[in-house]
C-alpha cells in the first residue's frame, strides 16, 4: 500500500517540544521551564477576558485595529507597517514561508531559537548556523556564513536560551553587511526585560530600509503565552506580503482583547519589570555561589551550566530538580547538554532553586 507522502524535508524536522508543566506522582509543581511571567497576566487583562467571553461566537477583528493602533502609538510607529499573530512564532513561520523555499537557506546563531530551524525546513529550506562566542552571537561569523542561497538572517536578541544579547551598534553591522535581498529578522521577544543603554529592539533600522523586520511577544513581559499573540513590524513591501498569506482571522478574539488591556496596564508591566530586575540578579548570583557557571542574561532567565563531574552533571541536576517539583529546561536541544535554563519565578519559587540546587550541589 502506498500513503501520501509529505514533502521533501519534512521528516527531518525534529518537532519542538515545549517545557513540561507536570510530574507524574508530585502534586506541587514549580514551572520554570518555559519563560513565563513570572507574576501571571495584569488582572486587568484578566477582566477582558472574563468580558469578552459572551461574544466569543463572534469573528475577531481580523486587522487587529485596537491593538496595532495602541502599539503604534507609544512607540510612534506606523500602525499599517504592524502585523499581528498567533504569538511571534506564527510570524517567523510566516516570513520564512513567504521569502524562503527549497534551495534557499535560513541562518542564525549556533544556540538560536529552534523555532528557526523548524520555519525553515518546513517551507524546504536549509537551516544554516553560525559559531558563536561566548555563547554570544557574533556579527563576524554571521557574515561569514552568509551564501548565494542565503535568504533570511534570523537574530534572537536577546537570545533564547543563552539570556546574551548584541549591542546596537552591532545589529547596525550586521544589517550593513548582508546584501540588501536578504531579509535581516530581529526576535525580540525578551527586549523588555533589558535595561541596557546600549541596546534596542532595532525598530530604528527597520525604519531605515526595506529588508529588516522585528518580531515581538505577548507571552514573556504580558503573560499571555496561552493566548498566543505577537506582532511584527516591517517595511510596507514586507507587512503587505505578511498580510496576504496569514489567515484572515490569525488572532483570536480573546487574544486581542487580553492583549490590548496588558498592553495598557503599563503600571502592572512595570511592576514585572522590577520582580525581575530584583530576582534575576538575585537568582544568578545565589546558584553562581555554589561554583555553578551562570551565563550573563539580560532576560526573565539564566542559562547554569554545571560540571561534568559523575552524579553532578546537568542530566543529574534535572533529575533532583524534578523529584522535589521543580521543572527547568533541559539543553541538549540546542547543543548545550551541560546546561540547565532556569526561568525567574516568584520569590518563593527562586528560593526554593537556591535551597534544591543547594542540597545537590552539597550532597
Known amino acids: 500500500m502506498t500513503a501520501p507522502a509529505p514533502r521533501p524535508g519534512i521528516m527531518d524536522i525534529r518537532p519542538y517540544i515545549g517545557g513540561e508543566s507536570a510530574i507524574e506522582g508530585v502534586s506541587r509543581i514549580i514551572k520554570l521551564s518555559s519563560n513565563e511571567g513570572a507574576l501571571g497576566p495584569s488582572p486587568k487583562a484578566m477582566e477582558a477576558l472574563r468580558a469578552m467571553a459572551p461574544e466569543m461566537h463572534r469573528y475577531p477583528d481580523g486587522g487587529a485595529e485596537q491593538l496595532r493602533k ?18 511571534s512564532d506564527e510570524l517567523l513561520g510566516m516570513l520564512c514561508r513567504s521569502y524562503a523555499g527549497p534551495g534557499d537557506e535560513v541562518l542564525y546563531s549556533a544556540h538560536g531559537f529552534l523555532m528557526y530551524a523548524i520555519a525553515a525546513k518546513s517551507c524546504g529550506a536549509t537551516p544554516v548556523t553560525a ?11 554571521l557574515l561569514k556564513a552568509v551564501t548565494p542561497r542565503t535568504r533570511i538572517v534570523f537574530l534572537a536578541n536577546p537570545n533564547n536560551p543563552t539570556g ?6 552591532e545589529v547596525e553591522r550586521l544589517r550593513a553587511g548582508l546584501p540588501a535581498h536578504v531579509l535581516l529578522v530581529i526576535d525580540a521577544a ?11 529592539s532595532g525598530i530604528e533600522l527597520v525604519e531605515a530600509g526595506d529588508n529588516t523586520v522585528v518580531c515581538r511577544t505577548f507571552s514573556k513581559m504580558f503573560a499571555l503565552g496561552g493566548l498566543r499573540l505577537g ?23 480573546a487574544a486581542l482583547a487580553a492583549g490590548l488591556a496588558a498592553f495598557e496596564d503599563t503600571e502592572y508591566a512595570d511592576l514585572c519589570k522590577r520582580h525581575n530586575d530584583y530576582w534575576m540578579p538575585w537568582l544568578s548570583e545565589r546558584v553562581a555561589a555554589l561554583g555553578l557557571t551562570v551565563v550573563p542574561s539580560v532576560g526573565n532567565f539564566i542559562l547554569v551550566r554545571f560540571p561534568a563531574t559523575p552524579g553532578k552533571d546537568a542530566a543529574r541536576a534535572d533529575a533532583f530538580l524534578r523529584s522535589k517539583g521543580v521543572i527547568v529546561r533541559a539543553m541538549g ?16 519559587e527562586n528560593q526554593v532553586v537556591v535551597d534544591t540546587l543547594t542540597e545537590f550541589v552539597k550532597a
Open 231 to 253: 506582532w511584527a513590524y516591517g517595511p510596507a513591501n514586507v507587512v503587505g506580503v505578511l498580510n496576504r498569506v496569514r489567515n484572515p482571522f490569525n488572532v483570536g478574539s
Open 70 to 87: 495602541a502599539i503604534a502609538a507609544r512607540y510612534g510607529l506606523d500602525a499599517d507597517r504592524i502585523v499581528c499573530g498567533a504569538g
Open 131 to 141: 559559531p558563536e562566542v561566548d555563547l554570544t552571537a557574533n556579527v563576524d561569523n
Open 190 to 200: 525578551y527586549a523588555e526585560f533589558v535595561s541596557r543603554n546600549d541596546y534596542t
Open 164 to 169: 546574551t544579547y548584541l549591542p546596537a551598534s
Open 333 to 348: 536541544a540546542y547543543g548545550l547538554g551541560d546546561c540547565l535554563r532556569f526561568t525567574i519565578g516568584t520569590g518563593e
